[in-house]
């Protein structure tokens, strides 16, 4: 049985290592080795998310089982150390969209709803703000789980990564009335 509860600063070092087992695992079929190895420069944890209190963990008994989280922040995409693309701007619920962000399902869990879930959560929680639309910066790996809660594909862009290998993303949205 899947529970949820808020992550905390003492969840950071269990979080990074589901993050980076996701990254690893889950993109295969998506990306190529090359492309999956340039994507950990634009994923990965944003503390922000956890000192806004804005952050999601599901756990199967003492297990994490998967997280992610939403954000009243401009930031759309990416990491503490993707510090180009940080924006901690605070976003009006009355014209901006809700960001969706740090999507990550242990391997072990995948394909049994956890995704699905955590998508429930942020968007209660979103709508419960005040915001009326929410949007993310999808991978590719993450295309179908966004695509199965409704999202539809805004834009195709392309974070440049290390060695000049770039990393596809898709920017998606959806209405949250
Ligand atoms: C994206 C991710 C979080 C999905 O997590 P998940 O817990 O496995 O997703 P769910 O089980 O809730 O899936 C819900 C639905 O999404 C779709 N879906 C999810 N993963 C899919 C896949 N690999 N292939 C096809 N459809 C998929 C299906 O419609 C699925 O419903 P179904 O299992 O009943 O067919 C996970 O694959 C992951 O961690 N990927 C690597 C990190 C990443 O890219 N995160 C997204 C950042 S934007």
């Known amino acids: 049985m899947f ?3 808020i992550a905390t600063p003492a969840d950071l070092e269990a979080l990074r290592a589901v993050m980076a087992l996701a ?3 889950l993109q295969k079929g ?11 420069a634009v994923m990965g944890l944003d503390t922000q998310l956890i000192a806004d209190g804005t952050y999601f963990i599901v756990e199967e008994g003492e297990q994490i089982a998967g997280c992610g989280g939403w954000s009243h922040r401009a930031t759309l995409y990416g990491g503490d150390h993707s510090t180009d693309l940080r924006d901690p701007a605070p976003l009006d619920p009355a014209v901006d969209a ?3 962000r740090a999507m990550y399902t242990h391997p072990a869990s995948a394909r049994r709803g ?3 879930l955590v998508m429930a959560l942020c ?9 009326r639309r929410a949007e993310m910066i999808a991978t590719l ?14 834009e195709q862009v392309e974070a440049p990564g290390p060695n000049g290998v770039a990393v596809p993303l898709i920017r998606m949205g959806k209405a949250l009335d």
Request: hydrophobic residues 45%; charged residues 20%; contains cysteine.
């Open 3 to 5: 529970t949820h509860r």
């Open 23 to 25: 990254i690893a695992e």
């Open 30 to 40: 998506f990306l190529s080795p090359e492309q999956i190895a340039a994507s950990n």
């Open 98 to 100: 809700a960001r969706i």
């Open 114 to 116: 956890v995704g699905r």
């Open 123 to 131: 968007e209660d929680a979103a709508r419960a703000a005040g915001f």
């Open 141 to 154: 790996s993450g295309e179908p789980l966004y695509r199965a809660c409704g999202y539809a594909a805004v």
